[in-house]
């Protein structure tokens, strides 16, 4: 009976879709839909649930082996989860984002080269540059208000966010003050001391590399 259930079982993909501050969507990753528990792809969707304010679509791990060890731990069902909990999600926000802003903010980047990389529109990309662009020049102008003195700020941090599948994503980038070139980039779901330290550090190192 399980057997025949599996054959039927296809891989699940979805696109994150990424909620920008001025409320233009733009499609962001392809993540295929995997168990938080087991890492399977055998999973099955299963209605929707409810994830804060909203509705969010449902996914069940239909992997046997899943079952079978949750039987043993004395847990009645199968794992049933949303995208948010989803294998790879955290990962996938954290790593792919990074990318996604190391590209966005590289001199001379071309916004179709990035749109091809990323299997979005052009149109979306000069979306996401605008904004985080936007996001350095407005910090930019708050430190010439309060005249900072600039060699002190080699390393200038800057942020913006993105809200993905209704999660608040910080984008924390350090930025070369004259140079403008982005040497440390995080996509984060906190934005804590540790989150711009390691922001920090990054740039640090990198500044070390050029030298
Ligand atoms: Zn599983």
Known sequence: MIKNNLKNLMEIWRILIAMMSNDVQVPLFRMKIRCPDCESWMVGVN????SGKRRVEGFICKNPECLKERY????????????R????FQEMIRDNLKDLYKDLLKKGAKNKTIANKYSVSPSEISVLKTDVEMAIEKHRKLDSLVKVSQPDKAIAMDETFLEIEGKKVYIILAVGYTT????GVKGSFTRKEQDMREVFDEAERNTRNLI
């Open 72 to 83: 043993e731990r004395d847990l009645k069902k199968a794992r049933q989860f949303i995208i």
């Open 47 to 50: 209605g929707t649930k409810k």
């Open 180 to 183: 403008r070139k982005v040497l």
């Open 85 to 88: 909990t989803s294998h790879e």
